[in-house]
Each structure stands twice: as structure tokens, then as C-alpha cells.
């Protein structure tokens, strides 16, 4: 989808409608930072947000996803590309489930944190959004069995929770539902706080959200979660051991830590024509920065035993540890990421607790 000129079409149409930024974004229940950010080409709308705009700004969504207005000659085979541009985007995202991505050509590079920082925020705050999505509860990521048939969360009514690196918010969502009492998210980048923002509001859910990396102090309450978890979140730190360290802190006794991030053995093994091969090092927990469409992204690959160690020396136990594949969903998929996942495990969860 072409951003910018989507943009641009939504600020004409939005003043074809007499609107200013604030009173569209108060129509969406947004904030107006969201609706400059689409109409400067920084970001799209929420899919939850589409159907409302184009009754507000009295388009279709053929036209929206187009960017301009439609004669009737038009329509037929505009809608035709923009489901065949749609389909191929999400097929893409389905691959890169960021940050698991098998290393290809890579640059190795220092441990540098507020170099680390700075990339990934950049990419984050800009064309990260992209690639959310399938890495929200009930999923744990990849091929993982989801959390329904996982059942790795406990009663949840009243529970106070945090989630580490909270995206767009979906996952918070997921747990609202679930009846907690009291929400908070974590994220390295202000512009995913934004979108959580936004679509918690527009959903009617309260959350405290905090915009700072989980490595640092950020004035998060101490002894207070029954419950912190992340999905593809925590491999994104620079520092394992403080954040465990953390994170035991803001538990309450007996409080529960679950997280999943993509599996170390699957970055290590590509799929060249059907076959796999072994084309990285296990060993390897070389910093490396790598391409993502057109920004940087930059990470270091884990072996499970360094997060199982870091756990049990931040004073948690190990409850359970998953890393088999859902069979059935990897065989839907038909593709070469499916047919990997049916070999090797492509991602893990570890459901852990505060001693
Ligand atoms: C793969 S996404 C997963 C997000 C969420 N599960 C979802 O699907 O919406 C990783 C998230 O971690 C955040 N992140 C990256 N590095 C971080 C850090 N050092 N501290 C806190 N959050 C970070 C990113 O901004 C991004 O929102």
C-alpha cells in the first residue's frame, strides 16, 4: 500500500468534510498525533479504524486503500490489485515475524546499547507497525500452539498485569477481555504507545502505558503484578539479566512471568529448495544488525540455555518451557516456513514464577 499518498488522500478528504485533525480525531476516539502521522505518510490506520474513516470521510474502502476516488470503470479492477497487494503483505509479515527472521547475510557488530536503541526505536516507530499482528496473545508466536490450547495463563479476574513491549496493543486487549483489573504495557517506541492508546480507547479498555526501553529504571511499581508477559518482546533487550531482574521486582510473590520469543535453533537453519541447511552457529550470540525493508534492525541471537540461566539466576523457577509446533497450523500454512516448523521448533515460551 502506498502510505503517503494514502495520506494525503485522507487530509484532502477530511477537508472536503470541513474537519479538522482534532475533530476527525475525536470522531475515531484517536488522538490528533495519529491522524497528522497518516496524513504526512508515517503510518497507516488500524484495521479496526478503516470502516470508520471512510463513513466519516464519505468514501469506500476501495478508495481509501487506493488513495484517490474511484469512477465506476475503475472500481472493479482497483478493488482486484489492492486485495492481490493486501494478500501478498500479509503473506510477507506471516515470514518476518521480526526478530525472527533466519540470519542471511548480516553485519556482526558491537554490543551497543544506546546504538541498539536507536535502531530499533527508528525502525519501531516507523515501518515496525507492518510487521504486528501475529505476534499477539492468543498466539506466543510462530507455530506455537496459541494460549487456548496452551491454558499457560491463570484466572486473570482482578489481577493486575504488565506486558513488555506492548506493540500495538492487541494482546492487552486479549487480557481486558479476560477480566484483569488492572493494565499496564511497556514499549520502547512512542509511536507503538500511541497505537496501543489509541486502540485501547477505542475499545473502552484503561491501560498505564510507559514509553521507555525494559532494560531501564522506569518508575514501574515494585512487588505489584500477578502476572508480566510479552510475546516477542523480551529477545529485543540488550541486557537478559537486568531485565529479568526487573521484572522479578515488579512481581508480587509467587507471581507469574510468561514469554515467547522466536526459538534460537530457528534462526540457525534456512530452507534451500525444500531442504534444510544448517547455516549458522547455535553458539553464535554475536551482536548483528540486519535489514528490514528499508530500516535496520539490531539484535543478538540467544541460546535457550542463556534465558533458561538468566531466569533461574534472577530467582525464578521454571514452570514449563514450549517449543513444540502446532502440526495442523504449520501444515496449513504450505509453505516453507510451515514445512520448517514441522521439523524444528521455530519459537518458545517459558512460563516462569517469582519464588
Ligand atoms: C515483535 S513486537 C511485539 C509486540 C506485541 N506482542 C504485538 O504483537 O503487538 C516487539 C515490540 O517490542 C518493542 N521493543 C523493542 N525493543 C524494546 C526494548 N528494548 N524495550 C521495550 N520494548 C522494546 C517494540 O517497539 C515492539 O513494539
Known sequence: MDQVKIGRFIA?????????????A??????????????????M??????????????????ELFSGEKLTD??????????????????????????????????????????????????FWDTIGSK???VTALPSWGGFLPSEDKLGLLED??????????????????YIADRGAADLWGLDISANQIERTRDFLSSQGVIANLVCSPMENDCGLPCNHFDLVY??????????????????????KDNGVFVFGWSHPIHKCVSVENGKLIFSNSYFNEEWYCADMSDKKIMLSNRMLSTYINALADNGFIIDKLFEQTDREKATEAGNDYGRKALMLPTSFVIKARKL
Request: include cysteine; charged fraction near 30%; aromatic fraction near 6%.
Open 12 to 24: 484532502e478528504m477530511r477537508k472536503q468534510q470541513n474537519l479538522t485533525q482534532r475533530e476527525f
Open 230 to 251: 510479552s510475546v516477542y518482546g523480551i529477545g529485543w533487550t540488550t541486557d537478559l539479566d537486568k531485565t529479568f531482574k526487573r521484572i522479578y521486582s515488579y512481581l
Open 26 to 43: 475525536d470522531i475515531l476516539k484517536i488522538s490528533d498525533k495519529t491522524v497528522s502521522k497518516w496524513e504526512c505518510g508515517n503510518g
Open 156 to 173: 486473570l479476574s482482578g489481577k493486575s498485569v504488565l506486558e513488555i513491549g506492548c506493540g500495538n496493543g492487541r494482546s492487552l486487549k
Open 131 to 133: 510487521f504486528l499482528g
Open 73 to 122: 470503470a475503475d472500481y472493479k479492477q482497483k478493488a482486484e490489485e489492492n486485495m492481490m497487494k493486501l494478500v501478498k503483505e500479509a503473506e510477507e509479515m506471516k515470514k518476518n515475524i521480526v526478530g525472527g527472521k533466519v540470519l542471511g547475510q548480516v553485519a556482526n557488530v558491537d554490543r551497543n546499547v544506546i546504538g541498539a536503541h536507536k535502531t530499533n526505536t527508528e
Open 45 to 62: 490506520p488500524e484495521l479496526s479504524l478503516m470502516l470508520p474513516i471512510c463513513e466519516s470521510l464519505k468514501i469506500n474502502l476501495n
